[in-house]
């Protein structure tokens, strides 16, 4: 079950087929297969080894594609750095995995050069990229056009192939340590669960630093599909690719759905043989998914819910129950069931199971959950627990087996003795057409515990004021639910690198403005 | 990834959910996962421990099934006899195996009280059956009406969990071991080929102790559906099964299904709800398939190639290519594509691969082949070489990646230089009417190496002789293909455990019948 073995397959079986499309050139699975084993020669030439960490800085590309083969194929660890972080974020998580090399593609060259002189760890600078490297860097295509093809070191199932750092809501980044086999059993997950089994052409438009997009790298290979990469996500590249390749899978977010429906030039392009799109990583709304199956009623949908620590599959909603009818409205606001290797169980805050239906922690086992947190016994020792993965997700589980996620745990506020899911609160909001974006999050108040605070950002034009959104709630949701105190805020919200809002640092924000009164 | 882990989350998220029915009475998940770990506090008790081997000589059973996951709870290997063998075949490899305990059904209760008596290794000869046990064997109904639960043993994936002996074609039994990881794969592989990932009612009228069957015992408990256990096979009471639990899922071995066309009171039942159907285990006919897919046009037919050593799926003829078109009836003669995680060689006699098309030994590889032969290391190394499983079969793969079987590699006759598949000659044979049975094996020959002879059950009431079948195969094969003997016989062909016929067993017949003269 090495991840080796799944490029190696597809090589053998396919080796003349389209593996991968990047910069208008096709490779077949052969080219690919050699370039892996090759680029695995030259990152051991440079000394690299098992157990060793390679981390790239890059937009998505070839080489990078590559590397998700090559790095395991030395049986060292590839860390795909997000690209969206802050040097000083890069730092941390560079000084967290010590990488031997670090590669990096010409976007994101100057800053690699910087990360280089500040961590130690890293003995080598590669540009992965076409062009002549910057000083002090080696060039990767340079290295390729000479490099023998590596031996595959014999890597355990249960042996680390990839860190993927959370991008996390709490700042502190930690390192998801996932093996041969966690990707390995996610990979047959998803063949399973999205009906990849078919080999077709497949576009990659999200970063292979995101765990769900760098799983389709795996069924891919696994179904030898033919992959088009985007070095980043452009919606009329999107549309042009889909034309052009005549994509039948796609791997998406909500909002990159919603922009593609949305944009004035969609019927100009012809996106007639989209089969398959899966797409999670985010809430998505009933109205949004309603224009999607209305907009494309040939295609099949299927929201995937994970995470990083994952690998990242926890559950499906198949494309059976995305229909319009009541039974599929109310399943959509589910997140379908969970895989056939994914156990799940609700928890309550002492960690007993609660009756079918009852609301807690979402906690999960299975074969494709983590190995732990990169050298974090104690935070790894907070979330597994007897095997058991403790998501931090809140949800309940209905009698059918649909998953519900609510929020997130550590996002509930505690209100005079009563639970409210933040979630609830902003769905209330969101419902009130003055509202552009909002959060809840609890405050501290001395005599509730918490306070439900939320935090708005108008729509364009909209004339919104506190009274009246609390007042807009109070006729939706239960009283002690409601925000006791709004903040109108002109300021986008702080987003995470998966594009969730960072209430941590809106807690922050508040208890600092508070603090200055 | 442990084999009772499978079961767990079944018992977790489907407690109440019907988990198998067997003689009339229905048992929830929960009962089965709290049974299987009784069943295994039972065994515990009599001190089986890890590694320890616990045979069963029954029909299908509610206890048989429990003890798939009994058995391996406790890190012991489990056995599961095949009922047709004579005493002295049991006696073979119950030595070969030594299991501590051997449990029996009534129907098996006289043979296995001679085999406890006769194999040393064997300490408690259990009952597992209603009613009184035997003298001298423990009742498994009574000891689990106060058994505790056992502890689960924490194995690894790689430990084994069964041996399967195969029922073969050349006498000497072999333990296949398969372990925790083998079968979980390949139940992954299953939910996926058979697209078996929705949880519908399943019959199993096959036997337990063969791998096809046994796959089912997984696949099931993967998907969380509910199984209805034939103690073995009879066509009436498969036709009442179907239409009283509306099973929409069957495995079957062709025979079957050309019994249950073939039946003058199928009209009389109620198949609407069958939807997929696995045959396998042994060759089609065009002529079957089209019968069946005429029938019954709203089952999708999937075919299933594999064997115990594959634990056992390798390829898959899929839905879509059990069609009339030609390009259908073409592919109908393969046998499918490799499961997503089984690569397939064809190798000629040197080891060497063939190029795409030629024809050469099928070898295989993925994390579902078996780690070896029960203390067999000679013969594990003469068919597991780096990994690859030679399997004996000789084939071809087309362009389109489909495997076409042709033949046993040993049952492949070289004379005169030239390669004869039996399968082909046979396929000539059978078209003339006067045949009803017939196999094709090598003769030795002083100038030819080997020739051609044909052993022949002629048609009842058929008048046909050498002279004329010869003349017939010519009119159809190229001159050296054909029998340059052809023995006529009325007495029934000798047949293996799994209805093959033993050609090894012709060979010694003929060399014996000439010795004689």
């Keep these: 079950m090495r991840i080796p073995e799944i490029l190696k397959r597809a090589a053998h079986l396919e080796g003349d087929d389209p593996a991968v499309t990047f910069d208008n050139v096709t490779y077949s699975w052969s080219d690919i297969e050699d370039r892996a084993a090759r680029t695995a020669g030259v990152l051991a030439e440079m000394g690299v080894g098992p157990g060793d960490r390679v981390a790239i800085l890059a937009l998505n590309s070839l080489d990078q594609y590559t590397l998700f083969f090559a790095v395991p194929w030395i049986g060292a660890i590839l860390i795909p750095l997000n690209w969206r972080l802050s040097e000083a974020e890069q730092v941390a998580v560079l000084e967290d995995c010590a990488p031997r090399v670090l590669l990096a593609d010409g976007p994101n060259a100057g800053l690699a050069a910087k990360l280089a002189a500040e961590c130690a760890s890293i003995e080598a600078l590669v540009h992965a990229d076409a062009g002549d490297p910057p000083d002090g860097a080696a060039s990767l295509h340079a290295a390729l056009t000479s490099a023998g093809r590596a031996g595959e070191a014999g890597a355990g199932d249960d042996d680390v192939a990839y860190l993927f750092y959370t991008s996390g809501t709490t700042g502190k980044p930690k390192g998801v340590m996932l093996t041969h086999k966690n990707f390995y059993v996610n990979s047959l997950g998803g063949l399973l669960s999205y009906n990849l089994r078919v080999k077709a052409p497949t576009l990659m438009p999200g970063p292979l630093f995101h765990v769900a997009t760098a799983m389709r790298v795996f069924t891919a290979a696994m179904s030898c599909a033919h992959t088009v990469i985007m070095r980043k996500f452009d919606l009329e590249e999107l549309f042009r690719n889909i034309e052009t390749h005549e994509i039948q899978n796609l791997s998406l977010v909500p909002t990159m759905i919603d922009m593609m429906l949305r944009h004035p030039r969609l019927h100009e392009f012809d996106l007639s043989s989209m089969r398959r799109i899966g797409y999670g990583a985010a809430p998505s709304t009933p109205e949004l998914q309603e224009r999607a199956l209305t907009a494309w009623p040939e295609v099949e949908f299927r929201h995937g819910y994970g995470m990083t620590e994952a690998a990242p599959l926890i559950a499906i909603l198949d494309a059976e129950d995305h229909t319009l009818t009541d039974q599929g409205r109310r399943r959509m606001r589910s997140v379908g069931r969970p895989l056939a290797y994914v156990d799940v169980s609700i928890r309550d805050p002492k960690g007993d199971e609660v009756p ?82 909002c959060a809840v999050i609890g405050i501290p108040h001395t005599s509730w515990g918490e306070a439900v605070h939320a935090v708005v950002v108008p729509a364009e034009g909209a004339q919104v004021n506190e009274v009246e959104l609390i007042a807009h709630c109070r006729q939706r949701i239960a009283h002690y639910k409601c925000p006791s105190s709004v903040e109108m805020r002109t300021e986008p919200m702080p987003l995470s690198g998966a594009n969730k809002i960072m209430k941590n640092k809106l807690r922050d924000q508040y208890l600092a403005a508070r603090a200055g009164e």
Excluded at 388 to 411: C, N, P, Q, S
């Design 356 to 437: 079918r239906g009852g609301s807690g922690e979402i906690v999960v086992r299975g074969p494709n959950v983590m190995k732990g947190y990169w050298n974090k016994p104690e935070e790894t020792a907070a979330v597994l627990k007897d095997g058991w993965y403790h998501t931090g997700d809140a949800g309940y589980m209905d009698e059918d087996g649909y998953l519900f996620v609510i929020d997130r745990v550590k996002d509930m506020i505690i209100t005079g003795g009563e639970n409210v899911y933040s979630t609830e609160v902003e769905s209330a909001l969101q419902e009130h057409p003055g509202v552009a974006q």
